[in-house]
């Protein structure tokens, strides 16, 4: 087991690195460069001092060993577009209220996904099913943009039951308890309305193929209960897809949406990784790459770790 | 237990029962194949130009000439839905198709061999998923433009993973059953063992991947034309056509509900055709 | 040759005519239109919330940043002079007057005695040399140091006093001290750092500045809270709290509006629609100074289609401006009629032309003329071997210039041209393609918040050119800058506006009506733009009876 997550953890390493240097040469191929440069009302003249005076001027090499020096030293740069900041506390700062929504969306996801799509497969083709099938779909079928505009509108403008937008009420008489938990609910669902419908089918789709294996129907003939054969045996094997689809789900939902972020006006990590390639800040995209890739390999790691948890017959050679 | 398969001619006639059965599907259905019809034949109709304007005719209500009304540019919008259409679900499928085809044989070749090529190339995927997705979007279509033929590959680029993990995961499920053991014995090849007899067991969850995806990708489009990205006008799309319209949303709110409502039941009819689709093409569809 | 001689000869003849009328100008105090202290009376305290597009990159007016951060540093920091939101005027603020020497080489500015920064120290004629000696170097990365660097030194005549001594005339040096990006730092806090920069605390999180409002607390991404500064040297803000709101879109702005969120944002006329019922919001139509235009190249591959005046009056004439304000702007703006100068900057008179009117018949029988006929009937005019092809280069992003430039397509086409619609990224193709001179044309807006921008846009050495070259505008611009007569300096943009005219570089577009949703409870609103009424915030106030 040690050698396995020794070796895990060096592959990982490696697939940092690549993606740093993926992420690094794509920025330097695109058209354009660091957007504060790229004001048409400066002349050209004035935007080469200011980069020279970013070290943007140094040749490319140079910058990229240069920021994979600090970054084994622990220090991620400073922002080229928000005056120094540095990029490791821009990041860090952005994780409370990115962990909320993402966790609070993936909560609400499974929560009501998974029931819904074991309700749908054991009344196949039954109204529950058709009816989960529409719900789900109409659900995904929305763009969010447009699914969390009609919410602000019907729930903050219309209802005035929450509030429009934002993490918590400014001022002292924000960021109680209830507040907080007013400002995340539409959000949440609407971050987490993709990933429920996914769970859903999914979740149908897998509990079906498992109730027609051989030894449920073997259990179900030696006349168990149908409730007890229902949960011993099928769901631990029905949810392998399912939990490989939230582990891919999950590092979206962790990783932020830019779209829900940015009309809900929630200060995370998906606004935070859109606003750095749109500004084309290097040193700001490389830290945010950093965050999202270790966040896809440890989730990664934990889900391939619940396989063989999940199904006793499945293990790595 | 061999692989269950039933007579040829029973599979079809269950398969067409399962159809009618679910009517959501059944509808689903014939609503996708007008409206791939309509959209490939709407053009040579003789109806509007999608991208002749009109500026005094703007925000025009629904009339003979203009079915469904005009637009910010007095364009008719009922035709640019159809060019739209065209658009949209062409990149959907054609995106999906990539999509589908790079991750079942990228999760069926890991999960086969497991060991260091499992490794590798889990790592591989490992390290596409890291690379934050609009960044990677926005400098591909930096780079190459935004077309729809760049757009497919973009997105599918993004997506492969997710999916090439689920095949993995369903073939690690079924690697060490008796029936894959037994085709070993009988020294059947390695690559007919993958795509003969492992990869279908990955069918059900491979149909619904499928019919989601292309769904996810219309949607996903949608979301980029709102960041900026997508496909740019004046080609129109479902999906810019929705974002544009959220600028007028307070002054002609009805355009957006047109590419809304489509893209809406073109997602509802996939997804449940996808799933009769599953339950018709399940492998382990036995006597039951 | 010629234009040398020419500018010469002008500059001489103005210097020797107008000798006594620079002496009087020399003299010249400051102008009307000081602003008042808050006016008595009003009620106080209370909280109001403004709406921002983004989060602002910094809080240091030097350091480069866009509007969101002009926005923010404009409550937090006084400029010596700022521009008056309404009238566009320069009028007095950090400093009470200032006049010119004789030869406008040197400007002395007179600080208000009261002005203190937010940690209680007295503002002086020190910060003042300190953050222009900064500003000056140039690895300083001052944003503004293009539109200072003729300053030679800055001269400390005592603690309230400061003077620019400048390398060259420069009758327009106030109203660059306006435009933001030039107000003073305090020096016992930065000095000790060997580069602004460096201060990473004080330009992110803690600036100490000397406008009304000071800053106690903020979330990255999501607000910025202001609170009154008591000891603002033009009296303390009725206000006892500002808010900025980050807030993306517009459609939830005006949702947090009409939820009574946000008290006060910039409103597209798209939205205003929204509005219009709400009795506890008013839209206030504000002026402005930018506006679009469709820029001609004069360099690059495309260049020899547009060199000809004739084209471009030609392309001119089948613009239906009416039609494009009415569609684009919904009505709410005024077209510029073929001036280059938008008329809120009052002291320019308005050049005597008569505008391009629509007419495609005579468009294209100019084109004719121009020697442009479709000689080979495959439906795109041609001369000498080269269709009339290009691409029209949109900056993605506007709603209003993307709308324009498929008009503009529609109105080429039809005159036989054979346009394509590129849409490109701002900050992407679209500026390089710019810097590089390699477009055709392409869309794009000018803002011209006074009359030295003119300069930068439209002279063939400006930092703004493209390519255009027009002598006799160069030696008129020159001339202007030599003398700070404003009447004179009026007189000269009005005949460039007419040259240019003639041989037009760019067709300018509507300028726009900007709209403010304001909140009917909070009262003494500046009715101008964001960026230029934050300083003057401390005018605002709460009347909860309404």
């Known amino acids: 087991m040690a050698r396995?997550?020794?070796?895990?953890?060096?592959?990982?390493?490696?697939?940092?690195?690549?993606?740093?240097?993926?992420?690094?040469?794509?920025?330097?191929?695109?058209?354009?460069?660091?957007?504060?440069?790229?004001?048409?009302?400066?002349?050209?003249?004035?935007?080469?001092?200011?980069?020279?005076?970013?070290?943007?001027?140094?040749?490319?090499?140079?910058?990229?060993?240069?920021?994979?020096?600090?970054?084994?030293?622990?220090?991620?740069?400073?922002?080229?577009?928000?005056?120094?900041?540095?990029?490791?506390?821009?990041?860090?700062?952005?994780?409370?209220?990115?962990?909320?929504?993402?966790?609070?969306?993936?909560?609400?996801?499974?929560?009501?996904?998974?029931?819904?799509?074991?309700?749908?497969?054991?009344?196949?083709?039954?109204?529950?099913?058709?009816?989960?099938?529409?719900?789900?779909?109409?659900?995904?079928?929305?763009?969010n943009f447009w699914l969390g505009i009609l919410l602000i509108v019907l729930f903050a403008v219309q209802l005035e039951w929450l509030p429009?937008?934002?993490?918590?009420?400014?001022?002292?008489?924000?960021?109680?308890?209830?507040?907080?938990?007013?400002?995340?609910?539409?959000?949440?669902?609407?971050?987490?309305?993709?990933?429920?419908?996914?769970?859903?089918?999914?979740?149908?789709?897998?509990?079906?193929?498992?109730?027609?294996?051989?030894?449920?129907?073997?259990?179900?003939?030696?006349?168990?209960?149908?409730?007890?054969?229902?949960?011993?045996?099928?769901?631990?094997?029905?949810?392998?897809?399912?939990?490989?689809?939230?582990?891919?789900?999950?590092?979206?939902?962790?990783?932020?949406?830019?779209?829900?972020?940015?009309?809900?006006?929630?200060?995370g990590l998906g606004q935070l990784a859109v606003d750095a390639a749109l500004r084309r800040d290097t040193p700001l995209?490389?830290?945010?790459?950093?965050?999202?890739?270790?966040?896809?390999?440890?989730?990664?790691?934990?889900?391939?770790?619940?396989?063989?948890?999940?199904?006793?017959?499945?293990?790595?050679? | 237990m061999t692989a269950p398969s039933p007579r040829p001619g029973g599979r079809l006639r269950r398969g067409l029962q399962l159809w009618f059965a679910h009517r959501t599907a059944f509808l689903g259905t014939l609503w996708l194949l007008l409206v791939v019809v309509a959209v490939l034949v709407g053009p040579h109709l003789g109806l509007s130009d999608p991208n002749k304007i009109d500026l005094r005719n703007t925000f025009a209500p629904p009339s003979s000439e203009h079915w469904l009304g005009t637009d910010e540019n007095g364009r008719d919008v009922f035709a640019r839905l159809l060019a739209g259409g065209k658009v949209s679900l062409a990149v959907g499928f054609a995106s999906a198709a990539i999509t589908v085809l790079v991750a079942s044989l990228v999760g069926v070749v890991a999960g086969y061999y497991g060991g260091l090529v499992d490794q590798a190339i889990m790592r591989l995927t490992d390290g596409f998923m890291a690379i934050p997705t609009f960044f990677l979007l926005?400098?591909?279509?930096?780079?190459?433009?935004?077309?729809?033929?760049?757009?497919?590959?973009?997105?599918?680029?993004?997506?492969?993973?997710?999916?090439?993990?689920?095949?993995?995961?369903?073939?690690?499920?079924?690697?060490?059953?008796?029936?894959?053991?037994?085709?070993?014995?009988?020294?059947?090849?390695?690559?007919?063992?993958?795509?003969k007899h492992l990869l279908p067991q990955a069918a059900p969850s491979l149909i619904v991947a499928t019919s989601l995806q292309v769904g996810l990708v219309m949607l996903v489009e949608a979301?980029?034309?709102?960041?900026?990205?997508?496909?740019?006008?004046?080609?129109?799309?479902?999906?810019?056509?929705?974002?544009?319209?959220?600028?007028?949303?307070?002054i002609a709110p009805r355009l957006a509900v047109y590419p809304g409502v489509m893209i809406l039941l073109a997602v509802l009819a996939l997804n449940a055709v996808g799933d009769v689709l599953r339950d018709i093409l399940d492998p382990r569809q036995g006597s039951d | 040759?010629?234009?040398?001689?020419?500018?010469?000869?002008?500059?001489?003849?103005?210097?020797?005519?107008?000798?006594?009328?620079?002496?009087?100008?020399?003299?010249?105090?400051?102008?009307?239109?000081?602003?008042?202290?808050?006016?008595?009376?009003?009620?106080?305290?209370?909280?109001?919330?403004?709406?921002?597009?983004?989060?602002?990159?910094?809080?240091?007016?030097?350091?480069?940043g866009e509007l969101s951060s002009s926005i923010v540093q404009g409550a937090l920091f006084a400029p010596l002079t700022a521009q008056h939101p309404e009238t566009f005027e320069i009028v007095p603020y950090l400093a009470t007057s200032w006049e010119a020497n004789a030869d406008v080489t040197a400007w002395t500015f007179h600080l208000h005695p009261d002005a203190k920064w937010h940690d209680g120290v007295p503002l002086t004629a020190h910060d003042v040399k300190f953050t222009f000696d900064r500003i000056l170097d140039p690895t300083e990365n001052a944003q503004s140091y293009a539109d200072v660097k003729h300053v030679e030194r800055v001269e400390v005549v005592d603690e309230h006093t400061v003077t620019f001594h400048l390398s060259q005339v420069d009758g327009l040096f106030p109203d660059r001290l306006a435009l933001g990006a030039l107000q003073p730092l305090p020096r016992h806090l930065f000095e000790k750092y060997a580069k602004l920069a460096d201060a990473v605390e004080l330009n992110t999180a803690k600036p100490v500045g000397s406008g009304p409002f000071k800053l106690v607390g903020l979330q990255t991404g999501s607000y910025i809270e202001l609170a009154a500064f008591d000891d603002f040297f033009l009296g303390r803000p009725n206000l006892d709290t500002l808010v900025f709101s980050i807030v993306p879109d517009m459609n939830v702005r005006v949702a947090r509006l009409r939820a009574g969120d946000i008290d006060w944002t910039d409103i597209e006329p798209t939205h205003a629609a929204a509005l219009a019922n709400d009795k506890r919001v008013e839209v206030i139509?504000?002026?402005?100074?930018?506006?679009a235009v469709l820029d001609f190249a004069f360099e690059g591959p495309y260049a020899p289609l547009f060199a000809d005046a004739r084209v471009r009056i030609a392309m001119a004439h089948a613009i239906d401006h009416d039609l494009i304000l009415e569609t684009v702007g919904l009505g709410r703006g005024w077209?510029?009629?073929?001036?280059?100068?938008?008329?809120?900057?009052?002291?320019?008179?308005?050049?005597?032309?008569?505008?391009?009117?629509?007419?495609?018949?005579?468009?294209?029988?100019?084109?004719?003329?121009?020697?442009?006929?479709?000689?080979?009937?495959?439906?795109?005019?041609?001369?000498?071997?080269?269709?009339?092809?290009?691409?029209?280069?949109?900056?993605?992003?506007?709603?209003?210039?993307?709308?324009?430039?498929?008009?503009?397509?529609?109105?080429?086409?039809?005159?036989?041209?054979?346009?394509?619609?590129?849409?490109?990224?701002?900050?992407?193709?679209?500026?390089?393609?710019?810097?590089?001179?390699?477009?055709?044309?392409?869309?794009?807006?000018?803002?011209?918040?006074?009359?030295?921008?003119?300069?930068?846009?439209?002279?063939?050495?400006?930092?703004?050119?493209?390519?255009?070259?027009?002598?006799?505008?160069d030696a008129l611009v020159q001339a202007a800058i030599q003398t700070s007569d404003r009447q004179l300096q009026g007189r000269y943009y009005q005949q460039a506006q007419e040259l240019l005219h003639a041989d037009p570089p760019v067709v300018p577009f509507f300028l726009r009506e900007q709209l403010m949703a304001v909140s009917t409870r909070v009262g003494g609103v500046p009715k101008g733009e964001l960026k230029l009424s934050t300083p003057f915030t401390y005018l605002l106030y709460v009347d909860s009876g309404r």
């Open chain 3, 335 to 473: 077209n510029m009629n073929g001036a280059y100068i938008p008329f809120v900057l009052s002291e320019i008179p308005a050049p005597d032309i008569e505008p391009y009117a629509y007419d495609p018949e005579l468009a294209k029988r100019i084109l004719a003329e121009a020697g442009w006929t479709d000689t080979n009937g495959d439906g795109t005019i041609d001369k000498d071997g080269r269709e009339f092809a290009f691409p029209l280069l949109v900056d993605r992003g506007n709603v209003q210039r993307e709308q324009i430039g498929l008009i503009l397509q529609d109105e080429f086409e039809a005159l036989g041209m054979d346009v394509e619609y590129v849409a490109a990224e701002r900050t992407g193709r679209w500026i390089e393609d710019t810097r590089n001179r390699v477009f055709a044309a392409r869309m794009a807006e000018f803002p011209v918040p006074n009359v030295d921008w003119f300069r930068r846009i439209y002279t063939s050495d400006g930092p703004n050119a493209r390519g255009y070259v027009n002598h006799e505008v």
């Open chain 2, 138 to 195: 926005l400098i591909i279509v930096s780079i190459w433009g935004s077309s729809p033929t760049v757009l497919v590959l973009a997105l599918a680029l993004t997506r492969w993973m997710g999916v090439a993990r689920i095949v993995r995961a369903e073939v690690l499920r079924f690697k060490q059953q008796e029936f894959v053991m037994a085709a070993r014995a009988a020294g059947v090849g390695e690559a007919r063992l993958m795509f």
């Open chain 1, 285 to 317: 995209i490389l830290g945010v790459t950093v965050f999202v890739s270790l966040m896809v390999v440890v989730s990664n790691l934990v889900i391939d770790a619940t396989y063989p948890l999940l199904d006793p017959r499945v293990h790595y050679s």
């Open chain 1, 4 to 143: 396995y997550l020794l070796g895990r953890t060096l592959a990982a390493l490696l697939v940092l690195w690549l993606v740093i240097t993926a992420t690094f040469v794509m920025i330097q191929a695109a058209p354009g460069g660091l957007s504060i440069l790229m004001n048409p009302n400066i002349s050209a003249e004035e935007a080469a001092r200011l980069g020279r005076n970013l070290g943007l001027d140094r040749p490319v090499h140079e910058q990229y060993v240069q920021w994979l020096g600090n970054f084994l030293r622990g220090d991620l740069g400073a922002s080229l577009s928000y005056a120094g900041r540095p990029v490791g506390a821009m990041v860090v700062e952005r994780l409370p209220a990115t962990l909320k929504l993402g966790l609070s969306a993936a909560l609400f996801a499974v929560a009501v996904g998974v029931p819904l799509g074991v309700a749908a497969a054991r009344h196949q083709n039954g109204f529950v099913d058709q009816a989960a099938g529409v719900v789900s779909g109409t659900l995904l079928a929305t763009p």
């Open chain 3, 285 to 291: 139509p504000v002026s402005s100074s930018r506006y």
């Open chain 3, 1 to 64: 040759m010629t234009s040398q001689l020419a500018k010469r000869f002008i500059s001489t003849a103005a210097a020797l005519l107008l000798l006594p009328a620079l002496l009087l100008g020399a003299a010249q105090g400051a102008p009307q239109g000081a602003p008042q202290g808050a006016p008595q009376g009003a009620p106080q305290g209370g909280t109001v919330t403004i709406a921002l597009p983004a989060q602002p990159e910094s809080l240091n007016p030097i350091l480069p």
């Open chain 2, 223 to 250: 979301g980029l034309s709102f960041l900026g990205l997508g496909i740019l006008p004046p080609l129109a799309s479902w999906g810019n056509m929705l974002t544009a319209s959220q600028h007028y949303l307070w």
């Open chain 1, 164 to 267: 429009a937008s934002g993490i918590r009420t400014i001022g002292s008489r924000g960021g109680g308890l209830a507040d907080q938990l007013a400002h995340l609910v539409m959000p949440a669902v609407v971050l987490g309305t993709s990933t429920l419908a996914e769970l859903t089918r999914y979740t149908r789709s897998a509990w079906l193929e498992t109730m027609r294996q051989d030894y449920v129907r073997t259990a179900r003939s030696k006349g168990l209960a149908r409730g007890a054969v229902d949960r011993k045996h099928v769901l631990k094997n029905a949810l392998i897809p399912v939990v490989t689809v939230f582990g891919v789900a999950l590092p979206r939902l962790i990783g932020g949406s830019a779209v829900v972020e940015t009309l809900f006006s929630w200060p």
